[in-house]
Each structure stands twice: as C-alpha cells, then as structure tokens.
C-alpha cells in the first residue's frame, strides 16, 4: 500500500496521464466489507491491498501534485452499491468500471451466481446514472480473453452499452481491448474494432454520447523489455485507427511483473511518442484495407443474427430482451 502510495506521488508529478486507473487487490475486490472472509494468501493478488476507506483516501491524496490526474477504480465482486458510495466519497471515482455478465460463479472472482450479479450489475449501472457519473461497462475484451468467438466479442460489447444506455447512463466509455486473444492478426483485430464501435455507437443520441477508450491486449505483451516495448508502441499505432478519446495505457513489463511508478511513466512516454506521429505525421488510413472492410461487414452481420436470436429466445411477457 505504501509503494503504492509513493508511487502515485511519482506519477503524478511526472505529468504523463491524465487519470490513475487503481487495480485493487482480490481480497479488496470481494471481501472489503467482510474483512475475516478474506484469504491472506490472496493479499495483494491482482493489486494492491487496500482495506479501508483511509486508505483510498490517502492513495488521493497522494495524487494532489504535479498535473492533478484523475483516478478511477474497478468495482467489487461482491457488495457493489456499497462499494460505489466508498470509491465516489474516497477518490471521487472518474467512472465506474464494471462488467456485465463476470465477477461471479462464471470466472471464480466471486461468490454471485451468475443472474445475480447481472442484476446488480444493472442496479450500479443506474446507481452511477443517477448520480451522472460516466461508465465504463468492460465486459467484450473478458469473451476475448478466454478465446471467444470476435461474433460474441462484438455482440456483448453492444449488449454493454445497450444495457449502460437503458439504465440512463448519459455518459458512456466504451473500453476496446486490442490484440486479444493473444495472436490475433493487426487486420482482423481491426475489424473487429470497427464492427464493436459500429454498433456501440449507433446507440448514440442526444442523451447517449460514447467515449473511445484503446488498450493493448494484456496477454500479448512478451516478457522481454526491449520487445515488450515493443509491442506496446505497435499496438498503440494500430488503436489510432480507431481515433479515440482515451488510450488506457498497459505497462509494458506486465508479463513479468507489476509495473513500478518508474515503468507507468516510461510506458506512456512510449504511447505518447507512438500517438504524435500518428497525428501529426500523416497517419495512412487502415480502416480502408479491403480484407478489413469485409471482415467488419461480417461480423456486423454475424452479431446482428445473435442479438436477433436473443430476441427470438425470449418469452412473450418480456419486452426487452436485451436488458432481461
């Protein structure tokens, strides 16, 4: 907690992101409220292991300095409406991040069953609304992670916004998750992108606005520096493609271990170096590719027949089948 602390302070005065993004621990995750729950073999597992409203505050504080960024945290896995009030009075959370369908029974990150957390996914989702604080529902990028289909990938990442949408989220960042599953070609990761954000925004209204946020893929990165580097200037080149509004850095060392403050402020050093000569050096139009635009077509039109099928399942008292 104290090396997270200090190196908060570190980032900061380095003035090199605009928002601190906290990972904490699983134990925090699931057990925050329920401390004699958690497993001390767990502390500090994914994270850091903050177990106070005390410590997310001196971790904001810490952030005072320098440029002043940001900070946002993921939710829980278990007590999630508690949690929010806890990360909007502690470190007056940018927005929340919360998946809709995960931190259940389904991935073992918590204890719900699978409707149920999706229920409450839903009632923080209309919490934040209420509330008017952005959301962030990262939930397409978790299919990809464990080898999905890109049609379900593209499907759920609708399904996220739609359902963001329907609790009356006015702001929404939808998170695009590059090179996952691991090996997936630059073309076809692409294509995918496009056919994600086809989608997404076509939910866009007066009362809807969608923020693109880009990351690279966090199983892609090699665990040699000098290649890992690497991968993360020629993932973040292939993200311009998609022109967003948030580049949500990955620290290059992250397949060997936890990234220190040095190695955040070095990684988007790197981003910022490969976001200028995209653009201001003339970046060539990749959405253009023929292979690209076959491929985006395609799964816009796979992902149409899934979500239809969705429709189709559903009983006939249900009048949405898309948020039920």
């Known amino acids: 907690l104290e090396e997270t602390r200090r190196g908060i302070e570190v980032i900061a005065e380095a003035g090199v992101l605009d928002v601190i993004s906290l990972g904490p621990d699983q134990n925090f995750q699931k057990a925050f409220f329920r401390p004699e729950k958690m497993n001390p073999a767990q502390d500090g597992a994914g994270g850091v292991p903050i177990r ?3 410590d ?24 999630v409406l508690r949690l929010a009030g806890i990360l909007t009075a502690t470190i007056r959370n940018a927005w ?43 939930e397409a990028h978790h299919w990809g992670l464990r080898d999905a289909h890109d049609t379900i990938v593209v499907a759920t990442g609708f399904l996220a916004a739609y359902n963001a949408k329907k609790a009356g989220v006015r702001s929404y960042v939808a998170q695009y998750m590059f090179n996952t599953p691991n090996g997936t ?3 076809m ?20 606005r969608v923020f693109r946020e880009v990351r690279a893929g966090l199983t892609s990165f090699p665990v040699e520096p000098g290649a890992a580097r690497g991968q993360l200037a020629s993932s973040t080149f ?29 990684s988007c050093r790197i981003v910022r170096g490969a976001i200028e000569n995209c653009l201001f050096g003339g970046m060539p139009d990749m959405t253009l590719d023929p292979s690209v635009v076959a491929r985006r077509e395609e799964l816009v039109s796979e992902a149409r027949i899934l979500l239809d099928a969705i429709v189709a399942l559903a009983g ?8 039920d």
């Open 56 to 79: 997310l505050s001196r971790l904001f504080a810490s952030s005072r300095r320098g440029n002043y960024p940001l900070m946002r945290c993921y939710s829980g896995t278990a007590d």
């Open 185 to 187: 070609s630059f073309k």
């Open 96 to 138: 929340c991040a919360v998946p809709l369908f995960w931190y259940n029974v389904l991935d073992g990150r918590g204890p719900r069953s699978l409707d149920r957390s999706i229920r409450e996914a839903q009632a923080l989702l209309r919490w934040h609304a209420e509330r008017g604080i952005p959301v962030e529902v990262n």
């Open 189 to 208: 990761d692409l294509a995918k992108m496009l056919a994600m954000r086809d989608l997404i925004e076509s939910l866009q209204d007066e009362d809807f």
């Open 52 to 54: 106070t409203p005390g």
């Open 316 to 323: 006939p008292g249900v009048q949405d089948p898309w948020t």
């Open 238 to 266: 292939l993200q311009m493609a998609l022109e967003p509004d948030i580049v949500h850095v990955v620290a290059y060392c992250e397949a060997d271990h936890a990234a220190t403050a040095p190695e955040v402020v070095e």
